[in-house]
């Protein structure tokens, strides 16, 4: 617990404060939807946070409470998860529902809360943590756009294949959707469990946490999501997962979209799109709006906006990401680090490469040309003109380098300060640091 003046300390959720936040995120998010009312969406995915979430325990939010009157008037959570990076773990936390009460603001609460989450991440272990929000706004707190998120083609309703079209070849076999249900829950883990060996960054759940996404939210939570399974006969192949109504603007969102076999995709892709429009056309008979398109928030390369009904291309949005220490994230990449040398065949021929952060620095052990270590030392005073430097590499754009956002050569090009002592280590940390497909849904 800290206490920053007399009038407001800083201190962990409890479950008792269920109520009253739930009251104040209700009252200060998503404003402009509801025309200044409390937003009832919000107020039900807090209640959820603090009952029962599978990723959230009550102290995993922090709070500001008022002295004078003991009520929470500032908060935000921690959703703590594990994602896997090609097959390597890394633990993440999803920064959610920062919020002040208006009367409060000016007095650097925001700010405040920051630094205590941050501190106690760094106590913790946790080296990554992530938000989507204000443009700008996070990068003050120390924050890049690191992340990518979306940019797959909105599909406008007229291009979608015809309700009950859900074969791409007209068969009548072939894999199939339909909702998911509680006993889909192992083989859905079992899918994602596969799939996180792949190169790419996921965030896998078990079969607690598919149960909680398929059966465990409030009706009424904004981040509830519907899930949808790609079944070939009696078997679970892949799963769809779309919003619970439509947006605004009368689109349906796709956050994730999984297929366990590759070769099955051209017929998934054909198969989940026509559920869309079924699912699309059912809310737009419950909603005050029509149905105008299916928004997948995937990248586009995603096999199902690859190889789905074509649409408009939109620019992609970024996730907002921090590291505490890039030293320690590197470190937590070496078996990552390791094979992809391995694989291009290549040896580092010296014992030790240095990378220096302005700051700090890493220390890259080798026995026999292979990576055996990563040890944080002290940053040189000039890391351009130190000769024991090999590589002079930005916080941010380590970062960026490490999680798959941004390669070498894109590095190279977009921060004059990244420097490399020749052209063999240019070519050694290139192939460390490839781009990585981003295939998470968060848990939130």
Known sequence: MTRENDRYVIRPGRACDAVELARLHASVQLQTVTNGQPHPGIAAWVEDLLDGHPSVAPDDFLVAEDSATGRPVASLVGLRQDWCLAGVRLPVAQVELVGTASEHRGNRLTERLFAALHQRYAVDGVPVQIIEGIPYFYRRLGYDYALANDGAALVPVTALPA?????SDGSSSGPMVRPATVADADALADID???ADVNALVCARDAEVWRYEIAGRRPADIARREVAVLVHGADVRGYLVHGARLSAA?????VAAACERPADWPQAAAAMHAHLN?????????????FAAVRPILDPNHPLARLGPPGVVKRPRGWYVRTGNPVDLLARLQ????NRW?????????PALTIDTYGHAARLEFTDGELTAVTAIPGAVSPSTDP?????IPPGALLQLSIGHRTLPEVLGNWPDCLLRDRFTEHFLTAAFPHVPVRVWPRN
């Not at 078996?335 to 390791?338: K, N, S, W």
């Not at 391995?342 to 010296?350: D, G, V």
């Not at 024991?388 to 002079?392: E, L, N, P």
């Open 163 to 167: 309700i009950g079209q859900d074969r």
């Open 193 to 195: 469990q596969r799939l």
């Open 250 to 254: 009368g689109e349906l969102i796709v």
């Open 278 to 290: 079924q699912v699309g056309r059912q809310y737009e008979a419950s909603a005050d709006r029509p």
């Open 335 to 338: 078996p990552l680090l390791r």
């Open 342 to 350: 391995h694989t291009a065949e290549l040896r580092w021929p010296e």
């Open 388 to 392: 024991r430097t090999h590589a002079a």
